[in-house]
């Protein structure tokens, strides 16, 4: 069974655009998640979409949102991107929504100039 | 709001030690989760618990609720067992995500 994909693995945008990641999760897995790597402030949960609805959204500005669609791919967006936007943006699927083993994936590499 | 502290924040050790990374969290939780990341940002799930213990070939993970406490072990640590270990806990049914620990950065050398 194939792993989960993020696209692109690498991006480099300066400040002010905008940027649009892409996560696909193993096949069956309803639940995606999406996290924010930064060696200052390390791992933060960023939000969950379960079934094409965000279930829960961690503490980010609203240039931060996503979407699943019903194939249960899930993209995230940032809008007007800061230099403090740089991280490594990770996605991660499981079965169900809520604290289940999640499978994560690669992540996307996110430079900021 | 969950707060996890982990310790140590570095760990040198020499192949075949016994290794423990310890977690603890404020508040209570319905899960536990123990992550391996290596260098690259590669995250692999290693444990998700919620009481007592789990053992996975070399690595053991306890979990003491009433404590708020709980303890990666690895037994005979090998150099590829290199890699920073992250402790992350949910609340019930998820509802505010994960929150995470700043990690352990391991090294086992030959």
């Known amino acids: 069974k194939a792993g989960v994909t993020q696209t692109p693995r690498y991006l480099i945008k300066t400040r002010g655009q905008q940027v649009t990641l892409s996560c696909s999760p193993i096949?069956?897995?309803?639940?995606v998640s999406w996290y924010q790597q930064t060696p200052g402030q390390g791992l933060q949960f960023l939000f969950e979409?379960?079934?094409?609805?965000?279930?829960n959204k961690g503490n980010f500005p609203g240039r931060f949102s996503g979407r699943q669609f019903s194939n249960s791919r899930s993209e995230m967006n940032v809008s007007t991107l800061e230099l403090g936007d740089s991280a490594l943006y990770l996605c991660?699927?499981?079965?169900?929504?809520?604290?289940?083993?999640?499978?994560f994936g690669p992540g996307t590499r996110l430079l900021v100039l | 709001k969950n707060e996890v502290e982990q310790s140590p924040q570095n760990l040198t050790a020499q192949e075949g030690e016994f290794i423990t990374i310890n977690c603890s969290y404020s508040?209570?939780?319905?899960?536990l989760h123990w992550l391996q990341q290596h260098p690259g940002g590669g995250i692999v799930s290693l444990f998700m618990?919620?009481?007592g213990k789990k053992k996975h070939g070399r690595l053991i993970a306890t979990i003491n609720i009433q404590e708020k406490h709980s303890s990666l072990h690895i037994t005979a640590s090998h150099p590829r067992d290199s890699a920073v270990y992250i402790c992350?806990?949910?609340?019930?049914?998820?509802?505010?995500?994960?929150?995470f620990g700043k990690g352990t950065h391991l090294i086992i050398q030959p």
């Open positions: 618990l919620s009481s």
């Open positions: 991660a699927s499981s079965l169900l929504a809520g604290t289940e083993t999640q499978y």
């Open positions: 508040v209570g939780i319905s899960a």
């Open positions: 992350a806990v949910g609340i019930g049914g998820g509802a505010d995500g994960l929150t």
């Open positions: 979409y379960f079934s094409e609805t965000q279930r």
């Open positions: 096949s069956g897995h309803r639940s």
